[in-house]
């Protein structure tokens, strides 16, 4: 540990005893433990930073050899069709399809027709909502 032997750890020990004595001895070392703490602590952010520098500067490189890559793919195949046959997909449209001719309704039937209601979904509710049967009372 740090090249510190153990004889010269026990030569350490004896001499805090005799110069610090053995009622403050307990509370020297919790302050010699605070500041070793707080060493490694500060070693172990340290570290952090350069690692995480280094994380970065690696990352910067990666992203610009990918954009470098991606422009050489994008050079030698300027326009790449999502699938083959989608260039002629695209040039040659569906035709539309032609309108086909409303039926007349009869005269009788006219006057009681209504608007027709929207197409939905079947799980969603058509608005106007209509008005519930139940009278609404007002709270006392």
């Known amino acids: 540990m740090f090249g510190v032997d153990s004889t010269e750890l026990l ?8 110069f610090i004595g ?9 302050q010699v433990g605070r500041w070793v703490g707080r060493a490694r602590a500060h070693a172990r ?5 350069i ?3 280094m994380r970065e500067a690696e990352l910067e490189e990666m992203e610009k050899r990918w954009r470098e890559e991606n422009e050489r793919i994008m050079r030698d ?3 790449a069709a999502p699938y083959p046959g989608a260039a002629e997909a695209v040039s040659s449209p ?9 039926p007349e309704p009869s005269p009788a039937v006219e006057e009681e027709r209504t608007p027709p209601a929207p197409s939905l979904a079947p799980d969603e509710p058509g608005l106007p909502l ?3 049967e139940h009278q609404r009372r007002e709270l006392p």
């Open 45 to 49: 952010h340290f570290t952090a930073g």
């Open 51 to 53: 690692e995480n520098m």
């Open 94 to 102: 569906l035709p539309a399809p032609e309108p086909s001719p409303a």
């Open 77 to 79: 195949h300027p326009v």
């Open 11 to 18: 030569i350490i020990a004896l001499a805090a005893l005799v």
């Open 22 to 30: 053995p009622k403050e001895l307990p509370g020297a070392m919790r």
């Open 130 to 132: 209509p008005e519930p």
